[in-house]
């Protein structure tokens, strides 16, 4: 038997607007400079990720990312101050949730199958 632990953000509806994609696409961002790239690297659409930092961002109700269109020196893409913050509080947050459950795995089901 395994164990998984997810760590999603929902609205106030209850529609999930962060989680483990747009996390990682955004290390990604972070890593190459570009959603685009990131993305790609996902195996993901360009518009589909643009679509998931969007839905972020309006979740969270601040920019994650600040976009610069193409011209001579080329585009590209950043993480905000407020956007560095908030992937450093999640994976934090998403570690020690991944911890405790471990943990509350073995307290309620040491030695099942």
Same mark, same amino acid.
Request: aromatic share 10%; net charge positive; proline share 2%.
């Given at each position: 038997?395994?164990?998984t /632990?997810? %760590?999603?953000?929902l609205?106030?509806?209850?529609?999930?607007?962060?989680?483990d994609?747009?996390?990682?696409? #955004? +290390?990604? +961002?972070?890593? /190459?400079?570009?959603l685009?790239? *990131? *993305?790609?690297?996902?195996?993901?659409?360009?518009?589909?990720?643009?679509? +998931? %930092?969007?839905? *972020?961002?309006?979740?969270?109700?601040?920019? #994650? /990312?600040?976009?610069? /269109?193409?011209?001579?020196?080329?585009?590209?893409?950043?993480?905000?101050?407020q956007?560095?913050?908030?992937?450093q509080?999640?994976?934090?947050?998403?570690? *020690?949730?991944?911890?405790?459950?471990?943990? +509350?795995? #073995?307290?309620?089901?040491?030695?099942?199958?």
């Amino acid at each position: 038997m395994k164990i998984t /632990t997810k %760590v999603l953000f929902l609205d106030d509806d209850g529609q999930r607007f962060f989680g483990d994609g747009p996390y990682r696409l #955004l +290390l990604g +961002l972070e890593k /190459t400079g570009s959603l685009r790239q *990131a *993305a790609a690297e996902m195996g993901m659409a360009y518009s589909k990720a643009l679509r +998931l %930092v969007k839905q *972020a961002e309006k979740g969270l109700g601040y920019a #994650l /990312t600040a976009r610069h /269109t193409g011209g001579t020196a080329g585009g590209g893409s950043q993480l905000t101050p407020q956007g560095k913050e908030f992937l450093q509080r999640y994976g934090a947050y998403k570690a *020690a949730c991944e911890q405790a459950n471990a943990q +509350l795995y #073995l307290e309620y089901f040491s030695g099942q199958r």
